[in-house]
Protein backbone atom coordinates (compact mmCIF):
# COMPACT_ATOMS: atom_id res chain seq x y z
CA UNK A 1 0.00 0.00 0.00
CA UNK A 2 1.40 3.92 -0.89
CA UNK A 3 1.38 6.00 2.05
CA UNK A 4 2.10 9.46 2.36
CA UNK A 5 5.53 9.30 2.70
CA UNK A 6 5.80 7.59 -0.46
CA UNK A 7 4.51 10.42 -2.20
CA UNK A 8 6.53 12.77 -4.16
CA UNK A 9 4.95 15.61 -1.31
CA UNK A 10 6.45 19.29 -1.04
CA UNK A 11 9.52 19.04 1.86
CA UNK A 12 7.51 21.21 4.15
CA UNK A 13 4.81 19.28 4.46
CA UNK A 14 6.98 15.51 5.15
CA UNK A 15 5.83 14.85 8.66
CA UNK A 16 3.03 17.17 9.43
CA UNK A 17 -0.45 16.14 10.85
CA UNK A 18 -3.95 17.25 9.30
CA UNK A 19 -6.30 19.00 11.35
CA UNK A 20 -8.30 16.26 13.18
CA UNK A 21 -10.83 16.92 15.49
CA UNK A 22 -13.07 13.98 15.90
CA UNK A 23 -16.17 13.73 13.97
CA UNK A 24 -18.57 10.70 15.67
CA UNK A 25 -21.70 10.47 15.58
CA UNK A 26 -22.18 10.56 19.75
CA UNK A 27 -25.54 12.10 21.39
CA UNK A 28 -23.71 15.08 22.75
CA UNK A 29 -21.12 16.31 20.14
CA UNK A 30 -19.26 19.23 22.20
CA UNK A 31 -15.65 19.12 21.14
CA UNK A 32 -15.89 21.91 17.71
CA UNK A 33 -17.48 24.86 19.50
CA UNK A 34 -20.75 24.67 17.06
CA UNK A 35 -24.04 26.71 18.41
CA UNK A 36 -25.76 23.44 19.18
CA UNK A 37 -29.22 24.49 18.40
CA UNK A 38 -30.99 24.30 15.08
CA UNK A 39 -32.31 27.45 13.08
CA UNK A 40 -34.79 28.14 13.56
CA UNK A 41 -37.93 27.10 11.22
CA UNK A 42 -38.48 29.74 9.83
CA UNK A 43 -35.61 30.83 8.82
CA UNK A 44 -34.71 27.62 7.33
CA UNK A 45 -37.87 28.15 5.19
CA UNK A 46 -37.13 31.18 4.25
CA UNK A 47 -32.58 30.63 3.29
CA UNK A 48 -34.68 27.36 1.01
CA UNK A 49 -36.22 29.88 -1.33
CA UNK A 50 -33.98 31.63 -1.39
CA UNK A 51 -32.07 28.61 -2.25
CA UNK A 52 -34.94 27.68 -4.71
CA UNK A 53 -34.15 30.72 -6.63
CA UNK A 54 -30.59 31.07 -7.00
CA UNK A 55 -30.52 26.80 -8.23
CA UNK A 56 -32.61 28.06 -11.03
CA UNK A 57 -29.23 30.10 -12.03
CA UNK A 58 -26.91 27.87 -11.34
CA UNK A 59 -25.77 27.12 -15.18
CA UNK A 60 -24.39 30.80 -14.48
CA UNK A 61 -21.53 30.94 -12.54
CA UNK A 62 -22.03 33.29 -9.39
CA UNK A 63 -21.54 37.00 -8.73
CA UNK A 64 -17.52 36.92 -8.52
CA UNK A 65 -18.00 39.51 -6.04
CA UNK A 66 -20.50 38.35 -4.23
CA UNK A 67 -21.95 42.31 -3.41
CA UNK A 68 -25.21 41.25 -1.80
CA UNK A 69 -23.45 39.46 0.21
CA UNK A 70 -21.03 42.13 0.95
CA UNK A 71 -23.29 44.75 1.52
CA UNK A 72 -25.69 42.31 4.45
CA UNK A 73 -21.98 41.56 6.25
CA UNK A 74 -20.84 45.43 6.41
CA UNK A 75 -24.90 45.64 7.42
CA UNK A 76 -24.57 43.15 10.11
CA UNK A 77 -21.06 44.22 11.90
CA UNK A 78 -22.11 47.91 11.51
CA UNK A 79 -19.15 50.33 12.87
CA UNK A 80 -19.41 52.66 9.72
CA UNK A 81 -18.31 49.77 7.28
CA UNK A 82 -19.50 49.32 3.74
CA UNK A 83 -19.32 46.73 1.21
CA UNK A 84 -15.69 47.60 0.00
CA UNK A 85 -14.51 46.47 3.63
CA UNK A 86 -15.61 43.04 3.42
CA UNK A 87 -14.41 40.30 1.93
CA UNK A 88 -15.70 36.29 2.46
CA UNK A 89 -14.88 32.91 1.58
CA UNK A 90 -16.17 29.87 2.59
CA UNK A 91 -15.70 29.39 6.36
CA UNK A 92 -13.09 31.80 7.98
CA UNK A 93 -9.99 29.11 7.62
CA UNK A 94 -10.65 30.28 3.88
CA UNK A 95 -10.16 33.33 4.72
CA UNK A 96 -7.07 32.99 7.17
CA UNK A 97 -5.47 31.18 4.08
CA UNK A 98 -5.83 33.83 1.71
CA UNK A 99 -4.73 36.21 4.14
CA UNK A 100 -1.27 34.33 4.33
CA UNK A 101 -1.10 33.37 0.53
CA UNK A 102 -1.19 37.05 0.03
CA UNK A 103 0.99 38.45 3.07
CA UNK A 104 2.88 35.30 4.41
CA UNK A 105 4.13 32.77 2.00
CA UNK A 106 7.71 31.35 1.37
CA UNK A 107 10.31 33.79 3.15
CA UNK A 108 7.61 35.31 5.19
CA UNK A 109 6.85 34.46 8.69
CA UNK A 110 3.56 34.50 11.03
CA UNK A 111 3.96 35.25 15.05
CA UNK A 112 1.02 33.93 17.12
CA UNK A 113 0.49 32.93 20.61
CA UNK A 114 0.25 29.25 21.32
CA UNK A 115 -1.97 27.65 22.71
CA UNK A 116 -4.27 29.53 20.30
CA UNK A 117 -6.94 28.02 17.31
CA UNK A 118 -4.58 24.78 15.71
CA UNK A 119 -5.57 25.61 11.82
CA UNK A 120 -3.59 29.07 12.27
CA UNK A 121 0.09 26.98 12.48
CA UNK A 122 -1.56 24.54 9.88
CA UNK A 123 -2.66 27.59 7.55
CA UNK A 124 1.09 28.96 7.98
CA UNK A 125 2.28 25.01 6.79
CA UNK A 126 0.01 25.07 4.07
CA UNK A 127 0.91 28.21 2.60
CA UNK A 128 4.66 28.08 3.63
CA UNK A 129 5.07 30.73 5.52
CA UNK A 130 7.12 30.02 8.25
CA UNK A 131 5.27 29.57 12.03
CA UNK A 132 6.59 31.40 14.74
CA UNK A 133 5.27 31.48 18.27
CA UNK A 134 5.55 33.75 21.43
CA UNK A 135 4.68 32.99 24.93
CA UNK A 136 1.31 34.49 26.80
CA UNK A 137 1.23 36.03 30.32
CA UNK A 138 -0.20 34.21 33.12
CA UNK A 139 -3.66 33.14 32.69
CA UNK A 140 -3.46 32.92 29.16
CA UNK A 141 -3.28 37.39 28.74
CA UNK A 142 -1.36 39.17 26.26
CA UNK A 143 -0.56 42.24 27.68
CA UNK A 144 0.72 45.21 25.50
CA UNK A 145 4.18 44.83 26.53
CA UNK A 146 4.37 40.86 25.64
CA UNK A 147 2.89 41.41 22.27
CA UNK A 148 5.05 44.39 21.76
CA UNK A 149 8.37 42.93 23.15
CA UNK A 150 7.19 39.37 20.99
CA UNK A 151 7.16 41.66 17.63
CA UNK A 152 10.31 42.83 18.44
CA UNK A 153 12.07 39.95 18.72
CA UNK A 154 10.25 37.83 15.76
CA UNK A 155 9.91 40.71 13.27
CA UNK A 156 7.02 38.57 11.44
CA UNK A 157 5.08 39.59 8.44
CA UNK A 158 1.85 38.75 9.65
CA UNK A 159 0.92 39.07 13.13
CA UNK A 160 -2.47 36.71 13.93
CA UNK A 161 -4.40 37.17 16.82
CA UNK A 162 -7.08 35.60 18.41
CA UNK A 163 -9.55 37.01 20.75
CA UNK A 164 -11.57 35.82 22.56
CA UNK A 165 -9.04 32.61 21.77
CA UNK A 166 -9.44 29.26 21.02
CA UNK A 167 -9.19 26.69 23.05
CA UNK A 168 -8.54 28.88 26.60
CA UNK A 169 -11.94 31.54 26.31
CA UNK A 170 -9.53 34.41 26.85
CA UNK A 171 -10.14 37.81 25.42
CA UNK A 172 -7.69 40.67 24.70
CA UNK A 173 -7.86 44.15 25.73
CA UNK A 174 -8.20 46.57 22.84
CA UNK A 175 -5.18 47.99 23.76
CA UNK A 176 -3.16 44.71 23.29
CA UNK A 177 -4.25 45.11 19.70
CA UNK A 178 -3.24 48.94 19.01
CA UNK A 179 -0.16 48.17 20.62
CA UNK A 180 0.57 45.17 18.20
CA UNK A 181 -0.42 47.30 15.26
CA UNK A 182 2.02 50.23 16.40
CA UNK A 183 4.65 47.82 16.95
CA UNK A 184 5.40 46.84 12.98
CA UNK A 185 4.88 47.27 9.47
CA UNK A 186 2.90 44.11 8.81
CA UNK A 187 -0.52 42.53 8.90
CA UNK A 188 -2.60 42.31 11.69
CA UNK A 189 -4.99 39.76 12.10
CA UNK A 190 -7.41 39.31 15.11
CA UNK A 191 -9.28 35.90 14.76
CA UNK A 192 -12.89 36.96 16.02
CA UNK A 193 -14.84 34.15 15.56
CA UNK A 194 -16.44 34.31 19.10
CA UNK A 195 -17.14 37.96 19.20
CA UNK A 196 -20.51 37.35 19.73
CA UNK A 197 -20.04 35.73 23.01
CA UNK A 198 -17.81 38.27 24.50
CA UNK A 199 -18.09 41.50 26.93
CA UNK A 200 -15.44 43.94 26.03
CA UNK A 201 -14.85 45.91 23.04
CA UNK A 202 -14.23 44.18 19.36
CA UNK A 203 -11.32 45.19 16.96
CA UNK A 204 -13.89 46.37 14.55
CA UNK A 205 -13.42 49.67 16.59
CA UNK A 206 -10.04 49.98 15.76
CA UNK A 207 -10.58 49.67 11.99
CA UNK A 208 -10.41 53.42 10.80
CA UNK A 209 -7.10 54.23 9.98
CA UNK A 210 -5.28 51.49 10.37
CA UNK A 211 -4.99 50.02 6.40
CA UNK A 212 -3.05 46.48 7.93
CA UNK A 213 -5.54 45.57 10.54
CA UNK A 214 -7.36 42.95 9.58
CA UNK A 215 -10.58 41.31 11.57
CA UNK A 216 -11.68 37.85 11.08
CA UNK A 217 -15.83 36.88 11.74
CA UNK A 218 -17.48 33.63 11.15
CA UNK A 219 -21.18 32.46 10.28
CA UNK A 220 -20.31 29.17 11.99
CA UNK A 221 -20.22 29.85 15.49
CA UNK A 222 -23.05 32.17 17.57
CA UNK A 223 -24.51 32.34 13.81
CA UNK A 224 -25.54 29.07 14.37
CA UNK A 225 -24.61 28.61 10.16
CA UNK A 226 -21.41 25.92 10.40
CA UNK A 227 -22.67 23.63 8.02
CA UNK A 228 -23.16 26.61 5.22
CA UNK A 229 -19.41 27.70 5.60
CA UNK A 230 -19.04 31.25 5.73
CA UNK A 231 -16.46 33.24 7.18
CA UNK A 232 -15.59 37.07 6.93
CA UNK A 233 -13.29 40.05 7.10
CA UNK A 234 -13.79 43.54 7.42
CA UNK A 235 -10.62 45.59 6.41
CA UNK A 236 -9.30 48.48 4.57
CA UNK A 237 -10.50 48.03 0.56
CA UNK A 238 -6.79 47.69 -0.56
CA UNK A 239 -6.77 44.44 1.61
CA UNK A 240 -9.52 43.28 0.11
CA UNK A 241 -8.00 44.30 -3.44
CA UNK A 242 -5.06 42.02 -2.35
CA UNK A 243 -7.40 39.43 -1.27
CA UNK A 244 -8.50 39.31 -5.06
CA UNK A 245 -4.99 38.19 -5.98
CA UNK A 246 -5.00 35.38 -4.44
CA UNK A 247 -8.77 33.26 -4.21
CA UNK A 248 -10.04 31.40 -6.95
CA UNK A 249 -12.64 33.00 -9.04
CA UNK A 250 -16.25 31.98 -8.13
CA UNK A 251 -14.87 30.82 -4.78
CA UNK A 252 -18.29 31.59 -3.08
CA UNK A 253 -21.06 29.09 -4.42
CA UNK A 254 -23.98 31.20 -5.59
CA UNK A 255 -26.01 28.60 -3.10
CA UNK A 256 -23.71 29.25 -0.31
CA UNK A 257 -24.28 33.05 -0.95
CA UNK A 258 -27.93 32.65 -1.68
CA UNK A 259 -28.07 31.00 1.64
CA UNK A 260 -25.91 33.23 3.60
CA UNK A 261 -27.73 36.18 2.79
CA UNK A 262 -31.22 35.11 3.38
CA UNK A 263 -29.58 34.09 6.73
CA UNK A 264 -27.96 37.49 7.33
CA UNK A 265 -31.57 38.94 6.74
CA UNK A 266 -32.70 37.03 10.08
CA UNK A 267 -29.56 38.31 12.10
CA UNK A 268 -31.76 38.79 15.54
CA UNK A 269 -33.25 34.62 15.22
CA UNK A 270 -30.36 33.24 14.14
CA UNK A 271 -28.58 34.89 17.39
CA UNK A 272 -31.20 34.23 19.60
CA UNK A 273 -29.68 31.45 21.67
CA UNK A 274 -26.53 33.48 22.09
CA UNK A 275 -27.65 34.40 25.86
CA UNK A 276 -28.69 31.08 26.65
CA UNK A 277 -25.68 29.29 25.14
CA UNK A 278 -23.40 32.03 27.56
CA UNK A 279 -25.50 31.39 30.37
CA UNK A 280 -24.91 27.30 29.76
CA UNK A 281 -21.14 28.11 29.73
CA UNK A 282 -21.52 29.97 32.94
CA UNK A 283 -23.01 27.04 34.64
CA UNK A 284 -20.52 24.74 33.37
CA UNK A 285 -17.63 27.11 35.24
CA UNK A 286 -19.87 27.39 37.83
CA UNK A 287 -19.99 23.54 38.25
CA UNK A 288 -16.64 22.48 37.23
CA UNK A 289 -15.31 23.49 40.49
CA UNK A 290 -17.60 21.34 43.21
CA UNK A 291 -16.14 18.37 41.10
CA UNK A 292 -12.77 19.04 41.67
CA UNK A 293 -11.81 21.00 37.89
CA UNK A 294 -10.64 24.83 37.67
CA UNK A 295 -12.04 26.19 34.78
CA UNK A 296 -10.92 29.10 32.88
CA UNK A 297 -13.28 32.68 32.38
CA UNK A 298 -14.39 31.96 28.92
CA UNK A 299 -15.55 35.19 26.85
CA UNK A 300 -16.87 32.05 24.35
CA UNK A 301 -19.13 29.58 23.83
CA UNK A 302 -16.46 26.84 25.99
CA UNK A 303 -14.59 26.28 28.69
CA UNK A 304 -11.41 25.38 29.14
CA UNK A 305 -10.56 23.11 32.61
CA UNK A 306 -7.94 22.25 33.98
CA UNK A 307 -7.08 19.59 36.75
CA UNK A 308 -8.11 16.93 35.11
CA UNK A 309 -5.38 14.00 36.19
CA UNK A 310 -5.42 12.34 32.60
CA UNK A 311 -7.28 13.88 30.06
CA UNK A 312 -7.76 11.39 27.49
CA UNK A 313 -8.66 8.65 30.20
CA UNK A 314 -11.67 11.31 31.23
CA UNK A 315 -12.17 11.90 27.22
CA UNK A 316 -12.43 8.28 26.22
CA UNK A 317 -14.89 7.72 29.93
CA UNK A 318 -16.96 10.51 28.88
CA UNK A 319 -17.22 9.28 25.08
CA UNK A 320 -18.32 5.69 26.20
CA UNK A 321 -20.92 8.14 27.93
CA UNK A 322 -22.12 9.07 24.64
CA UNK A 323 -20.53 12.83 24.90
CA UNK A 324 -17.70 14.05 22.87
CA UNK A 325 -16.02 16.85 24.28
CA UNK A 326 -11.80 17.77 23.17
CA UNK A 327 -8.30 16.98 24.26
CA UNK A 328 -6.47 20.28 22.83
CA UNK A 329 -3.37 18.68 24.23
CA UNK A 330 -3.04 20.65 26.74
CA UNK A 331 -1.62 18.69 30.16
CA UNK A 332 -4.09 17.79 32.35
CA UNK A 333 -6.68 19.89 30.75
CA UNK A 334 -9.97 19.07 28.27
CA UNK A 335 -12.32 21.77 26.20
CA UNK A 336 -16.28 21.75 26.07
CA UNK A 337 -18.22 23.76 24.15
CA UNK A 338 -21.55 24.75 26.03
CA UNK A 339 -24.42 23.30 24.25
CA UNK A 340 -28.04 23.56 25.22
CA UNK A 341 -29.28 23.26 28.55
CA UNK A 342 -30.05 19.07 28.03
CA UNK A 343 -26.87 18.57 26.53
CA UNK A 344 -24.90 20.84 28.77
CA UNK A 345 -26.37 18.71 32.01
CA UNK A 346 -25.63 15.76 30.48
CA UNK A 347 -22.12 16.65 29.97
CA UNK A 348 -22.30 17.76 33.94
CA UNK A 349 -23.97 14.33 34.56
CA UNK A 350 -21.41 12.33 32.67
CA UNK A 351 -18.59 13.51 34.04
CA UNK A 352 -20.00 14.13 37.57
CA UNK A 353 -20.16 10.09 37.50
CA UNK A 354 -16.72 9.79 36.83
CA UNK A 355 -15.46 12.13 40.10
CA UNK A 356 -13.61 9.81 42.57
CA UNK A 357 -12.61 7.52 39.71
CA UNK A 358 -8.95 7.82 38.64
CA UNK A 359 -9.50 10.03 35.75
N1 LIG B 1 -11.09 30.77 14.13
C1 LIG B 1 -11.25 30.16 15.30
C2 LIG B 1 -10.63 30.77 16.52
C3 LIG B 1 -11.98 28.97 15.39
O1 LIG B 1 -12.12 28.36 16.57
C4 LIG B 1 -12.55 28.43 14.22
C5 LIG B 1 -13.34 27.16 14.22
N2 LIG B 1 -13.09 26.25 15.18
C6 LIG B 1 -12.32 29.11 13.01
C7 LIG B 1 -11.60 30.28 13.01
C8 LIG B 1 -12.79 28.58 11.70
O2 LIG B 1 -14.14 28.51 11.57
P1 LIG B 1 -14.85 28.50 10.16
O3 LIG B 1 -13.87 28.08 9.11
O4 LIG B 1 -15.96 27.52 10.35
O5 LIG B 1 -15.31 29.90 9.96
Redesign the pocket.
Known amino acids: MTSLSDLPIRDDLRGLSAYGAPQENVPIQLN??ENTHAIPEDVATDIVRALAVAVMGVNRYPDREFTELRDALATYLGHGLTRDNIWAA???????QQTLQAFGGPGRSVLGFPP??S??SIIANATGTRWVTAERDSGYAISPETVVAAIQREQPDVVFL?SP??PTGTALGIETIAAAYDAFPGILLV?E??AEFAEGDTALSLLEGRPRLLV?R????AFAF?GA???YLAADPAVTDALRLVRLPYHLSALTQAASVAALSHAPAMLAMVDDIKAQRDRIIAALPGLGYTPLPSESNFVMFGGVADPNATFEALFEQGVLIRDVGIPHHLRVSAGTEQETGIFLDALTSLVGHST
Open positions: VNNGSNEVLTYMHCNNDAYSTMSKARLG
